[in-house]
Structures are given as C-alpha cells and as structure tokens.
C-alpha cells in the first residue's frame, strides 16, 4: 500500500484492495498510549494513517482506498464522505439503518454503536489506508482499547444488528465495491481478481 502510492505515476490506476487482518491493534499517528487499555497477546502495530488505536481482525472487512485525489479532482473530505456514505448504502441492503457523524468520522447505527470505522492519509495527493466493516468478528476485544479514542464507545457488527445470519464477507466487498465506483464516478465496474479474500499478517 505505501509502496504503491509512492512509486505511482500519474497514470497509475487507482485501487481498492480487500482483506481481512490476523488480530492486531493500530495506533494512528496522533494515537495516545493511555488509549491502550490491555491489549494482552495481541499486538500493538504502529501505523502512518491518521486516528487513533482501533482492532482489525478476523469477521472484520478491511478496504485500502488508494485514490490519486487530484486527478479525480476530490478533496480528503469528499473521499471520506463517499467511503462513509458507501458503507450506509450497503448496510441498508441487508435492512441495517446507518449514519455518520460530523463529530467523529465512521458509520453508527441507531443505538449510536460504531460499526464501521475509518482512517486515511494522503502522500502526493493520493490516499492510502482506509476503511473497516465489522462483520462477524469478537466484539470483546474492543473492551482493551478505547476505539479510535472514545472512552466507552459501542461497537457492534453485522451480525449482532439483525437476525439473520451475517453476509459472507466477499458479499459484502463486492457492494462495497460498487458502491464506491459509483460514487466516486469511475466509469468501468469494478474487477475483482478471483473473488478471494487475502489475509494478511
């Protein structure tokens, strides 16, 4: 991802990569450590977007959104309110009502739990890092951080927000990938190599 947006030209495609972490914690460059609360045997990674401390893991969709912003001719904010308004629309396709805030950047549903995260940065005009969806993951796990700074933050998943089963995560990338394209007005649909979802360590 940091490669990529360093060595691209200004005809390099932009793209959207799709993943699924083993458990790690991230802190943000602007991460306080009092927002570590026991993080136990999961590591601590360091990482160059902004925010603060959030988990990604397995059950969890993660999107890198590497976006040459000045050739699509779209600020930092238009990216994150078309990432953000992108994870509403495909959560109402499974009949989950979303929104989200001014405050503090993300998708919540009604109750005010945080279901879906997010953190950029922007080097030579293009982002990279990203997004996170909670799928179907261990919820727990967010009780040893306070998530992206918010002491007693909510968080919750698909699967906890109705009472069917939760969409197999490639399901879910390939809306998410649609609706993005969509938004950010890229006339081809979306390729998706061979519909697998890579986990990385």
Same mark, same amino acid.
């Given at each position: 991802?940091?490669?990529?947006?360093?060595? @691209?030209?200004?005809?390099?495609?932009?793209?959207?990569?799709?993943?699924?972490?083993?458990?790690?914690?991230?802190?943000? +460059?602007?991460?306080?450590?009092?927002?570590?609360?026991?993080?136990?045997?999961?590591?601590?990674? +360091?990482?160059?977007?902004?925010?603060?401390?959030?988990?990604?893991?397995?059950?969890?969709?993660?999107?890198?959104?590497?976006?040459?912003?000045? @050739?699509?001719? /779209?600020?930092?904010?238009?990216?994150?309110?078309?990432?953000?308004?992108?994870?509403?629309?495909? $959560?109402?396709?499974?009949? /989950?009502?979303?929104?989200?805030?001014?405050?503090?950047?993300?998708?919540?549903?009604?109750?005010?739990?945080?279901?879906? +995260?997010?953190?950029?940065?922007?080097?030579?005009?293009?982002?990279?890092?990203?997004?996170?969806?909670?799928?179907?993951?261990?919820?727990?796990?967010? +009780?040893?951080? #306070? =998530?992206?700074?918010?002491?007693?933050?909510?968080?919750?998943? /698909? @699967?906890?927000?109705?009472?069917?089963?939760?969409?197999?995560?490639?399901? $879910?990338?390939?809306?998410?990938?649609?609706? $993005?394209?969509?938004?950010? #007005?890229?006339? *081809?649909? =979306?390729? $998706? *190599?061979? #519909?697998?979802?890579?986990?990385?360590?």
């Amino acid at each position: 991802m940091q490669a990529y947006t360093d060595q @691209r030209g200004g005809d390099s495609p932009d793209e959207l990569w799709f993943l699924q972490h083993q458990a790690v914690f991230t802190q943000g +460059q602007a991460g306080k450590a009092e927002h570590i609360l026991m993080p136990g045997d999961i590591p601590v990674v +360091q990482v160059d977007r902004g925010g603060q401390v959030t988990y990604h893991g397995p059950g969890q969709l993660v999107g890198y959104v590497l976006i040459d912003l000045k @050739r699509l001719g /779209i600020g930092v904010r238009d990216l994150v309110t078309a990432i953000e308004q992108s994870i509403v629309d495909s $959560l109402a396709e499974l009949g /989950i009502a979303a929104h989200p805030r001014a405050d503090a950047p993300g998708v919540y549903v009604q109750s005010g739990a945080k279901i879906a +995260q997010l953190g950029l940065r922007v080097r030579r005009g293009c982002s990279f890092h990203g997004l996170s969806l909670n799928v179907d993951m261990d919820l727990s796990v967010f +009780q040893r951080i #306070n =998530p992206c700074g918010h002491v007693g933050m909510d968080v919750t998943d /698909i @699967r906890s927000q109705r009472p069917e089963p939760a969409p197999a995560v490639e399901q $879910l990338m390939d809306s998410l990938a649609a609706q $993005l394209a969509e938004r950010l #007005n890229y006339s *081809d649909s =979306p390729v $998706l *190599d061979d #519909n697998q979802l890579p986990e990385l360590p």
